[in-house]
């Protein structure tokens, strides 16, 4: 069975202070989707990772690949308010279509 | 350029009744997607399509139905709504799926539908 698991859950951040937050998936696959969603709005594309050892990074937010694992992180560097949302990775299993964890809720507190 | 749009925007059905929505993009890409989001869910996949005239089921697919007649427009209809398909519904592109570095799902701003 295809499966993609987001955890935490829910991760309150201070502001300033680093987290990481992990996607871990089921089988074999190179290619995996970070996406942003704000409350009440569309999914936007953060990363793609296509290889494994591929890191992306854009601001405060760094992510990576390692496929033998099946993992992937987002790492929030000096997290502030405006990276409140939800975080979505979702993993191309070779099947023309993604399988989505089921995010990860931030919310950066002063 | 309008990428990924959906309509309509809220729709309210009662039980048993029918819809259809629409979605379009003007990226001039090959898949399309139909994805039904709920609360602790993440996002489902319902049907996709990967070039015009061609559907196929993903995960969560009955009590749907989707049609490709253009490669720019992909249809995803509920013949008999049931409140357990109140949802956000939410439409996605994209050229293909990991075969260029630049590959990755556009979506459309979403439809949310109560069905009473």
């Known amino acids: 069975e295809l499966k993609v698991e987001q955890n935490p859950l829910f991760l309150s951040m201070q502001e300033g202070k680093n987290y990481t937050i992990y996607c871990n998936y089921s089988?074999?696959?190179?290619?995996l989707y970070w996406y942003r969603q704000d409350p009440g709005k569309s999914l936007e594309s953060l990363f793609v990772l296509l290889s494994n050892g591929a890191v992306k990074q854009e601001g405060r937010l760094m992510a990576s690949l390692d496929t033998k694992a099946r993992l992937s992180t987002l790492h929030i560097t000096a997290a502030v308010h405006d990276l409140s949302a939800t975080y979505f990775c979702?993993?191309?299993?070779?099947?023309?279509?993604?399988?989505f964890g089921t995010g990860t809720r931030l919310q950066v507190t002063l | 350029n309008a990428g990924v749009t959906q309509t309509p925007k809220f729709r309210v059905l009662k039980t048993g009744q029918s819809m259809t929505l629409l979605c379009a993009q003007d990226?001039?890409?090959?898949?399309m997607y139909w994805y039904r989001q709920d609360p602790g869910m993440g996002l489902r996949l319902i049907h996709y399509s990967v070039g015009e005239g061609t559907t196929a089921k993903g995960e969560v697919p009955d009590g749907y139905n989707v049609s490709r007649l253009k490669k720019q427009n992909f249809l995803l209809g509920l013949e008999s709504a049931a409140p357990s398909q109140t949802s956000v519904y939410f439409c996605?592109?994209?050229?293909?799926?990991?075969?260029?570095?630049?590959?990755?799902?556009?979506f459309g701003p979403g439809t949310r539908l109560t069905v009473l």
């Open positions: 979702a993993v191309d299993f070779l099947s023309s279509k993604l399988t």
């Open positions: 089988t074999t696959s190179d290619r």
């Open positions: 990226m001039n890409h090959e898949y």
């Open positions: 996605a592109s994209s050229y293909t799926m990991g075969h260029q570095l630049t590959d990755t799902q556009y």
